[in-house]
């Protein structure tokens, strides 16, 4: 069964850090597909929120909230006075880097956030009523409460036993086990899903697709941790949005889906490909060399001659894949945007939108809120 505009009620969405990557490209789809809806952003703003990421998307029918999901009495007006219905949980520390440097953000953030969200429905929407039968709060986890797999091993299902091991899974899988929790113990209506490496336009480029693009343009290293041999399954991030749709239109509340894009890839395979494409668009067009100096191609050298193996990330995952038959034969989703598609609209759109990356490198993107601090 496909959940179409049809079966789906209008809602009231609090979208939780949709100033970030996939929050931001969720909401911009969910306005399009759904042109009755209401969606409240709350987004701390932190390092990795940008209030360009929603240009284009704030008005009648959405408005960003700058806010911490921590401050419960705040989640729980916004709750209240909207008449919200649905939560829709981006808002995490996401980066598994930073989690190594720096635990207790990640804890604080995804942990104890989401507790203090849930608090904020369970008030709400049970102990006050306000709750319509339609009340959902979707929890968005990622593949890597999993583990690690090796090489040959079957992908994580939804019956795979948790086992995190970075201090970024760690936190994601606590809070999964929250939400259950919520549900279990509280009858809270919730869904989560546990989707995979996703790429795609406003992906903060300390990533590494986005990392990959820009340090080509810019002639600057392409670090690969370790010989590279690590594999992701990599999903457009506009096909994540959809699978979260389909689970909040037609999940089962207490439920899991995996979300995924039958797309594995070694890193060093997808670092190389990356430098092809933009081997392929310089050679085809002579003006990307005159904007960009400074990459390799704009001297005719392969953009490959940038990559450099660095000392790999600790406790590196070796794999993660997705079995998604699940989310697939119970809820009719299949991704729409083959890899093909999607990496070369992800190029395209860092090239169309030089500005938005400029500002992020420069730190300047965070000038507008540094000043009204
Ligand atoms: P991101 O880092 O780009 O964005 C996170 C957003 O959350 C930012 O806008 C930030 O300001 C906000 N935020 C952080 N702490 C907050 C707080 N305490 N209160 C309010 N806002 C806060 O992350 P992303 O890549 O868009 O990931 C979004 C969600 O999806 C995360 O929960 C992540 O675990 C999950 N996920 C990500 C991927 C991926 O490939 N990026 C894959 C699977 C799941
Ligand atoms: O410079 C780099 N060099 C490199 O080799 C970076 C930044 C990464 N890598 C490797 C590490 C990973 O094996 O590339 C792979 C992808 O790295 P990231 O882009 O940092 O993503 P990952 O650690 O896989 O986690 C991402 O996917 C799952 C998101 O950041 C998480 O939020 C999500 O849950």
């Given at each position: ?17 949709a100033?970030?990557f ?24 932190t ?12 008005g ?26 649905t ?30 969200l ?57 809070s999964d ?21 996703n ?123 997705i079995?998604?038959?699940r ?15 999607g ?6 759109w ?5 500005n ?18």
């Open positions: 069964m496909t959940a179409t505009r049809r079966d789906i009620p209008t809602r009231r969405l609090l979208v939780t850090g100033a970030g996939i929050g931001a490209n969720f909401v911009r789809w969910w306005l399009q597909e759904h042109p009755d809806d209401h969606v409240v952003v709350v987004d701390a703003l390092y990795a929120g940008n209030r360009a990421n929603l240009d284009g998307l704030l009648t029918r959405c408005r960003l909230e700058v806010a911490d999901i921590n401050d419960t009495g705040r989640m729980a007006s916004l709750l209240r006075d909207d008449a919200l219905d939560v829709v949980h981006f808002a995490a520390e996401s980066h598994v880097d930073r989690s190594i440097e720096g635990p207790d953000a990640f804890v604080q953030a995804n942990v104890l956030g989401t507790m203090s849930l608090k904020a429905a369970r008030t709400v929407w049970l102990l006050e009523g306000a709750a319509p039968d339609t009340h959902r709060f979707h929890h968005v986890s990622t593949d890597e409460v999993f583990g690690s797999l090796g090489a040959d091993d079957p992908a994580f299902s939804e019956r795979t036993p948790y086992a995190p091991n970075s201090p970024y899974s760690a936190s994601k899988a606590a086990h929250l939400v259950r929790a919520w549900h279990h113990t509280y009858g809270l209506s919730v869904t989560t899903s546990n989707c995979s490496n790429y795609g336009p406003y992906h903060f480029p300390e990533k590494l697709v986005p990392l990959v693009i820009l340090n080509v343009l810019r002639g600057l290293a392409l670090p690969v941790y370790g010989d590279g041999r690590n594999v992701r399954d990599w999903l457009y991030v506009e096909d994540h949005a959809r699978g979260i749709a389909c689970v909040i239109g037609g999940g089962t509340p207490g439920e899991t889906y995996n979300i995924g894009g039958c797309n594995e890839w070694a890193n060093i395979d997808i670092v190389q490909l990356i430098c092809r494409l933009l081997d392929r668009r310089f050679a085809a067009d002579p003006a990307l060399g005159e904007h960009y100096p400074d990459a390799p191609a704009a001297a005719g050298r392969p953009s490959t001659s940038l990559i450099e193996h660095v000392t790999d990330r600790a406790g590196h995952d070796f794999r993660y894949a079995d998604a038959t989310i697939r034969t119970e809820l009719g989703f299949e991704p729409a945007v083959t890899f093909e598609v990496i070369e609209r992800t190029i395209d860092y090239l169309d939108n030089r938005w990356w400029e500002t992020v490198l420069d730190g300047s993107y965070r000038d507008t809120d540094r000043a009204a601090a």
